[in-house]
């Protein structure tokens, strides 16, 4: 079976080339790495050039001649593999150990090759600090039940794993843009009857470090000031449109599905960013974000019910609540427990 890593790259080489070396190190392994670069500015295309002339593995490298934005990167790094399944991988992200993708082959192989799934990932500095959306190692099913139990949890784009020909099935420009479109794919394959599964094993390291910096981090743009407020909604009305659009597109009752997605933005989501802005010396961005969320910013809320409406109205009302109002030590206390929560 062969493996492609697929990285959607733009700029910020040096990390890359670390995420690389650490990816050469794998043994027993028959893999190939893409690269799809979105139009960098810096000399991605010189340093990979170079790369290429010594690589343990096939290093495949396109780049686009204009930005073209991560949706349709992210699909070009997906479209251009020749494996069996694809590993996505950030470019400041990178494998955990010399033998990730042999045990990523013996676990497709040994579980009737399913379609889609995920992985749980570790921090680069400390590998005890794990990231987890995956509670079990196993085929969990298929169908619209599972697909809208874990449709969330495909938003962190490392470590998601297609099977080449499920993507290929699924592959559309329509969600180019939305910055959501790994989402929409994992969640049509599974509502269409590809087997999902989950990894509990964090196969990918977060966040490489140059000099104790990472890449970016988007608590760096986040207003602190009052000269700095801003109406803020973090992706958030894209995101239920992206996920709601796979039920559609599935033929199922679009309206009902974007209801639940709302639904579960504003009891789970919401209120664990609010805090997570005030937690990093944000409450002005906070403040932006209970703007940005109101029911009415959502493109399609017209089409619920007077009673769906005051029902959403309610729970962030609440939500909003919690979120500002909650001691932030409390919270970090049982926070594990209230993820644990939102993800049942």
Same mark, same amino acid.
């Given at each position: 079976?062969?493996?492609?890593?697929?990285?959607?790259?733009?700029?910020?080489?040096?990390?890359?080339?670390?995420?690389?070396?650490?990816?050469?190190?794998?043994?027993?392994?028959?893999?190939?790495?893409?690269?799809?670069?979105?139009?960098?500015?810096?000399?991605?295309?010189?340093?990979? @050039?170079?790369?290429?002339?010594?690589?343990?593995?096939?290093?495949?490298?396109?780049?686009?001649?204009?930005? &073209?934005?991560?949706?349709?990167?992210?699909?070009?790094?997906?479209?251009?593999?020749?494996?069996?399944? *694809? /590993?996505?991988?950030? $470019?400041?992200?990178?494998?955990?150990?010399? /033998?990730?993708?042999?045990?990523?082959?013996? /676990?497709?192989?040994?579980?009737?090759?399913?379609?889609?799934?995920? *992985?749980?990932?570790?921090?680069?500095?400390?590998?005890?600090?794990?990231?987890?959306?995956?509670?079990?190692?196993?085929?969990?099913?298929?169908?619209?039940?599972?697909?809208?139990?874990?449709?969330?949890?495909?938003?962190?784009? @490392?470590?998601?794993?297609?099977?080449?020909?499920?993507?290929?099935?699924?592959?559309?420009?329509?969600?180019?843009?939305?910055?959501? !479109?790994?989402?929409?794919?994992?969640?049509?394959?599974?509502?269409?009857?590809?087997?999902?599964?989950?990894?509990?094993?964090?196969?990918?390291?977060?966040?490489?470090?140059?000099?104790?910096?990472?890449?970016?981090?988007?608590?760096?743009?986040?207003?602190?000031?009052?000269?700095?407020?801003?109406?803020?909604?973090?992706?958030?009305?894209?995101?239920? $449109? &992206? *996920?709601?659009?796979?039920?559609?597109?599935?033929?199922?009752?679009?309206?009902?599905?974007?209801?639940?997605?709302?639904?579960?933005?504003?009891?789970?989501?919401?209120? /664990?960013?609010?805090?997570?802005?005030?937690?990093?010396?944000?409450?002005?961005?906070?403040?932006?974000?209970?703007?940005?969320?109101?029911?009415?910013?959502?493109?399609?809320?017209?089409?619920?019910?007077?009673?769906?409406?005051?029902?959403?109205?309610?729970?962030?009302?609440?939500?909003?609540?919690?979120?500002?109002?909650?001691?932030?030590?409390?919270?970090?206390?049982?926070?594990?427990?209230?993820?644990?929560? !939102?993800?049942?």
């Amino acid at each position: 079976m062969k493996i492609s890593i697929c990285i959607p790259q733009y700029n910020r080489i040096e990390y890359l080339k670390i995420n690389l070396e650490r990816i050469a190190l794998q043994k027993d392994a028959n893999l190939e790495v893409i690269i799809s670069d979105d139009a960098s500015t810096d000399n991605t295309a010189t340093q990979i @050039a170079e790369l290429q002339k010594s690589y343990r593995y096939p290093l495949i490298y396109y780049k686009f001649e204009k930005n &073209v934005g991560y949706d349709r990167n992210l699909r070009k790094s997906l479209e251009l593999a020749s494996g069996d399944y *694809c /590993f996505v991988l950030g $470019n400041d992200d990178t494998l955990a150990d010399d /033998f990730v993708i042999n045990r990523l082959t013996l /676990f497709l192989e040994n579980n009737n090759l399913p379609d889609v799934g995920f *992985c749980n990932s570790a921090d680069y500095l400390d590998v005890n600090n794990i990231q987890i959306r995956a509670q079990q190692t196993s085929n969990i099913g298929s169908g619209t039940e599972i697909a809208l139990k874990y449709y969330s949890s495909f938003s962190f784009v @490392a470590g998601i794993i297609f099977k080449k020909s499920a993507f290929d099935s699924v592959n559309t420009s329509k969600l180019d843009g939305s910055i959501y !479109a790994q989402i929409y794919l994992a969640t049509l394959i599974i509502i269409r009857g590809g087997c999902f599964f989950t990894l509990k094993e964090p196969m990918v390291l977060k966040d490489i470090r140059i000099n104790n910096e990472i890449a970016n981090s988007y608590l760096d743009t986040l207003p602190k000031t009052k000269s700095d407020y801003k109406i803020l909604d973090a992706g958030l009305p894209s995101y239920a $449109n &992206v *996920c709601a659009m796979a039920f559609k597109d599935a033929g199922l009752n679009g309206t009902k599905y974007y209801y639940k997605i709302i639904k579960r933005i504003y009891q789970f989501t919401y209120p /664990f960013w609010l805090v997570d802005y005030r937690k990093n010396s944000a409450l002005i961005a906070a403040l932006g974000l209970k703007e940005g969320l109101k029911l009415k910013r959502f493109k399609d809320y017209k089409l619920f019910s007077l009673k769906d409406k005051l029902k959403l109205k309610s729970y962030y009302t609440l939500s909003t609540l919690f979120g500002l109002n909650i001691p932030i030590s409390l919270f970090e206390r049982f926070k594990k427990y209230l993820y644990s929560i !939102a993800k049942s």
